[in-house]
């Protein structure tokens, strides 16, 4: 059972694009939201994260936009640039649910310049 | 600097074989955790451990075990290696319970079973 769907698996974007990338979750029990970033040969890093008591996260290029009652969050990459070609998960976790992380399946990007 | 390294980085072996994949943080974090990454289905979590002593099953943890001895190390053993183990594994570590924590991950194992 995968409780949080991500989608597109993969994503072609022109340099100066904006990139996004969508997750669904179905455990209304989940409080915190993190997406991880992964470069080839790496092991993934912390991105940005959001808490459900806002709707939206900035950090620089990179906005996380939520949605409680779709249970809905995404990820968007303004100005995209080709050193942003990674793979991204979204993830999902909450403190009663063992603190434990799950996992979207992933997105691979590729800016083109 | 702290840091959290896996060896070895690639590793092929033999159905049936035992296979020890190590894990090493120089975080001094208590929460170690082991994933394995397959294209589709992202990071399923295998165990974890919260500290020294104690180890837990994951979601998918039929086929592999831990162990937890020091703050620093936890290994993760295929007791009899299959095909469908072939995989990339990641070691985590994060210095609190709450799922809040940041996780820090190594740079992963590639592990072929032939």
């Known amino acids: 059972q995968q409780q949080v769907k991500q989608s597109p698996q993969s994503l072609i974007v022109q340099k100066g694009g904006i990139s996004i990338i969508n997750c669904a979750y179905e455990?209304?029990?989940?409080?915190?939201f993190p997406w991880y970033q992964q470069f080839p040969g790496k092991g993934p890093a912390l991105l940005i994260a959001?808490?459900?008591?806002?709707s939206e996260k900035k950090e620089g290029r990179f906005t996380i936009s939520f949605n409680k009652s779709a249970k809905q969050f995404s990820l968007h990459i303004m100005d995209s640039q080709p050193g942003d070609s990674a793979t991204y998960f979204c993830?999902?976790?909450?403190?009663?649910?063992?603190?434990?992380?799950?996992f979207g399946g992933g997105t691979r990007l590729m800016v083109k310049p | 600097d702290a840091e959290i390294t896996q060896s070895p980085r690639h590793k092929i072996t033999e159905t049936g074989r035992q296979v020890t994949l190590a894990c090493h943080q120089t975080?001094?974090?208590?929460?170690m955790f082991w994933y394995r990454q397959d294209l589709g289905h992202g990071l399923r979590l295998i165990h974890y451990?919260?500290?020294?002593?104690?180890?837990n099953k994951g979601e998918v943890s039929d086929g592999y075990s831990v162990s937890r001895s020091n703050t620093e190390d936890l290994p993760l053993t295929l007791e009899s290696a299959a095909s469908s183990q072939t995989s990339v594994y990641f070691c985590?570590?994060?210095?609190?319970?709450?799922?809040?924590?940041?996780?820090?991950f190594g740079p992963g194992t590639r592990l072929t079973v032939l």
């Open positions: 985590a570590s994060r210095a609190g319970a709450g799922g809040f924590n940041e996780q820090f």
């Open positions: 455990n209304t029990a989940f409080d915190y």
């Open positions: 959001i808490r459900p008591d806002v």
């Open positions: 993830a999902a976790t909450s403190n009663n649910a063992g603190n434990m992380l799950t």
């Open positions: 975080w001094n974090h208590n929460n």
């Open positions: 451990s919260y500290g020294v002593q104690d180890t």
